[in-house]
């Protein structure tokens, strides 16, 4: 792979000029189809086979399609405590009614009023009219829901207390806020740092934004085919953009060490790529490979989410393999600092004792590594410890300060906190509506039921509804356990086919499905991580410690996630505007992402270690030479993805604050106590036997990360120091 992935990097060199000309042309064409092609996306989750599913495609079935687009609900509380149905206070609200009726986008406004179909307490304080629109949930424009605002403003002027609820303000997570602009910045000055010099890091960056911005146009584009959920760009974006710097640091790293060893800048540019790019091959590949086998959990918005986000990794590693080349043979040597540019080349490699931070940071955690070892395992099982009790829902909760939260408050002040998350009982077979009714006495006396309506039935009485309200909120345990006591109540039923659907009933059933999910993926990518890893260092005890370090990572980021998100620990201090169980997808999507990007720093920095061993170094000086090598990379390439992550992580958008956030965390452990202190700790204790393969296992291929093969090739072409491109 090294010899390929080297004759890739020379034509990449020879053809700078095209080559940047193709990545322009497929970024702009990428622009030209996401504007014409896109479509709309969901913010909803749901399993299509599924009880709560089923039910949802009966209904529609049975009563009709009734109005697929979005929905607000607009709630008006009384401020002194007169009732809302007579004198100014009716009169307000009837003209608020008429006001949302006539707004753009809107295709009617119930009126709370109707004695038909009154929509009013029974203190008659709280009082809601649905306002239904004709774009689907995300299509409402930013001027409908200004609109919307406006009029709820005019009827706040006039003494009512008015909230908007319902997903007509939902707006869909995009790329490019203040919080990821600033995480850009912050990524760019790390590289600027790393590097010394402000070109080569804006080079570095151009070509990761390049990469991310082909990556989530070609998302859009598919939004045009598909019916993709509204996170799925932003996801895709935030893992690309972070995985797209760090790969092109670790080539550009790589050639910048072969120039300051005297390499022309054609050769440079090749031995890069074969040895650095094989490595970031192989680290793609596993993230690909981590993303991709989400499908195996059989959900298909996870398996979606899963395979865009693998294909903006795709372009992120062809973007290293291709663009960042051709980017490095136009710098030439101006991706040295200019002090290093026409400075003699260095005779050797970097020495197992060099000086440095670094250097006497793995010298003292080799020295004491029994100890180090210890510390960082304990203080990583102490953080993982609230993983334990992880909670997870598909019900996300506003931030308290939102007018949605405050519409859901007030609904549940007037209505019950079950209001907010009501079931829904479809009974379907002949005569429906009286089994329906022979039924409601049972579910009537089922603990946390304080509202059963009468049955209705459709038109030929083959199917009836009835509407469940619980006297707990929609994400509450009290509410899951109603759901499979209802379940158990209506399972019996003769002649009759019973189901419970209903938001409420959606997320339990996406939920438990999840949850079911989430060990067989943390076994396969835990399998997966053994494989590669034996094949890449040809060793036993070396990916066991490497899998075992992804085990402590994902126990630390979950766990502390679930004690900010869910118990609430440092939630004001850091911004986050509600608590609960966490979103249900998200343990699964971080296991993916993090096991991917933590294979990616064993692998970086396991190389080098592996390397030194293989050049004839002695275990220990292997590991200190190694470590010396790789971790001002490796630590560079974690502060990116730390401030990428974070940037994300203010953002307004439930799904993808809390993936940040656990992304954050993860990469933090992974890349500072894991990396640093429980792989070179653990391999310097191993000694030789770190690196010894069975006999039985000498068959099995070798995947050359480290570039062995290109040791034998010379420079055709001696480039004397200070000549090629400045």
């Known amino acids: 792979m090294a010899l390929l992935l080297s004759r890739l990097g020379a034509f990449s060199h020879r053809h700078r000029l095209a080559v940047v000309l193709v990545w322009l042309l497929v970024l702009v064409g990428g622009g030209v189809g996401a504007a014409t092609l896109a479509g709309t996306t969901s913010s909803t989750f749901s399993i299509p086979g599924q009880e709560s599913t089923t039910a949802l495609d009966l209904i529609e079935e049975d009563f009709g399609a009734g109005g697929n687009g979005a929905t607000a609900r607009v709630v008006v509380q009384s401020p002194d405590g007169t009732p809302l149905t007579a004198g100014a206070q009716a009169a307000a609200v009837t003209d608020l009614v008429a006001d949302l009726g006539q707004l753009p986008g809107v295709l009617s406004a119930s009126n709370p009023l109707d004695p038909a179909a009154p929509a009013v307490n029974a203190d008659q304080t709280v009082a809601y009219s649905t306002v239904a629109y004709s774009e689907p949930v995300g299509g409402v424009t930013v001027e409908e829901q200004d609109a919307l605002v406006a009029a709820v403003d005019q009827a706040r002027a006039a003494g009512l207390t008015v909230e908007i609820g319902g997903e007509a303000l939902t707006e869909t997570p995009h790329i490019g806020g203040v919080g990821e602009v600033v995480g850009v910045v912050l990524a760019l000055v790390v590289l600027a740092i790393t590097y010394g010099t402000l070109v080569t890091a804006g080079m570095n960056l151009v070509t990761a934004v390049v990469g991310v911005g082909v990556g989530v146009m070609g998302i859009t584009i598919a939004t045009g085919f598909l019916d993709l959920t509204s996170t799925t760009s932003a996801l895709a974006g935030m893992l690309g953009l972070a ?11 790589r050639y910048r060490q072969e120039l300051r060893r005297g390499a022309s800048v054609g050769t440079a ?107 960082a395992v304990v203080a990583l099982g102490v953080v993982a410890i609230p993983f334990f009790s992880m909670q997870t829902t598909l019900v996300q909760a506003m931030p308290e300060d939102s007018t949605q939260a405050r519409a859901e408050q007030l609904l549940a002040a007037g209505f019950g906190e079950g209001f907010n998350g009501p079931l829904t009982v479809l009974i379907e077979g002949t005569g429906a509506a009286g089994a329906a009714a022979a039924a409601s006495p049972g579910i009537a006396a ?149 096991f991917g990007l933590a294979m990616d720093y064993q692998i970086f920095l396991v190389s ?45 958008e439930a799904t993808i604050k809390t993936i940040a956030f656990a992304l954050a965390t993860g ?58 491109a400045r």
């Open 269 to 375: 540019v090749a031995t890069a790529v074969g040895t650095a790019g094989s490595a970031v091959v192989t680290a793609g590949l596993t993230v690909v490979i981590a993303l991709v086998g989400l499908a195996v959990v059989g959900i298909p918005f996870l398996t979606q989410m899963g395979i865009a986000a693998a294909g903006t990794i795709v372009v992120a590693v062809l973007v290293a393999l291709t663009l960042v080349p051709a980017g490095l043979a136009l710098l030439g040597r101006r991706a040295l600092p200019r002090a290093l540019r026409d400075a003699p080349p260095e005779t050797s490699e970097v020495p197992a004792r060099g000086r440095g931070f670094l250097a006497g940071w793995v010298a003292a955690v080799t020295r004491h590594r029994l100890v180090a070892l210890l510390t």
């Open 667 to 724: 990469i933090l452990v992974d890349a500072f106590v894991v990396r640093m202190v429980v792989v070179p700790a653990a391999l310097a204790l191993l000694g030789e036997r770190a690196w010894w393969l069975p006999r039985w296992l000498g068959w099995l291929p070798r995947l050359d990360v480290e570039g062995a093969a290109l040791e034998r090739r010379t420079d055709p072409t001696p480039e004397p120091v200070g000549a090629g």
């Open 446 to 594: 089922l603990p946390d039921v304080v509202t059963l309506t009468p049955p209705v039935p459709n038109a030929d009485d083959s199917a009836a509804l009835l509407t469940v309200v619980p006297a707990s909120g929609p994400a509450t345990q009290a509410t899951e356990q109603l759901v499979s006591d209802l379940r158990g109540q209506l399972a019996d039923l003769d002649g009759v086919q019973a189901y419970v659907t209903g938001s409420t009933a959606v997320s339990v059933d996406v939920s438990e499905s999840l949850d079911a999910a989430l060990p067989v993926y943390l076994v396969l990518v835990v399998g997966l991580a053994l494989v590669l890893l034996v094949l890449v260092f040809r060793s036993l005890l070396v990916p066991l410690v490497g899998v075992l370090g992804f085990l402590l990572t994902i126990g630390a980021s979950l766990g502390a996630t679930v004690a900010v998100f869910q118990w609430g620990w440092l939630a004001d201090a850091i911004g986050v505007p509600s608590t609960g169980p966490l979103l249900s997808l998200a343990p699964i999507l971080v296991i993916g992402i993090l």
């Open 608 to 652: 080098r270690m592996h390397e030194a061993h293989s050049h004839g170094v002695a275990p220990l000086d292997a590991v200190r030479t190694g470590f010396r090598q790789a971790a001002p990379v490796v630590v560079a390439a974690a502060l990116i993805m730390f401030a990428v992550f974070a940037g994300f992580f203010t953002g307004d």
């Open 243 to 253: 995985v797209g710097i760090d790969y092109a640091l670790f080539i550009i790293s």
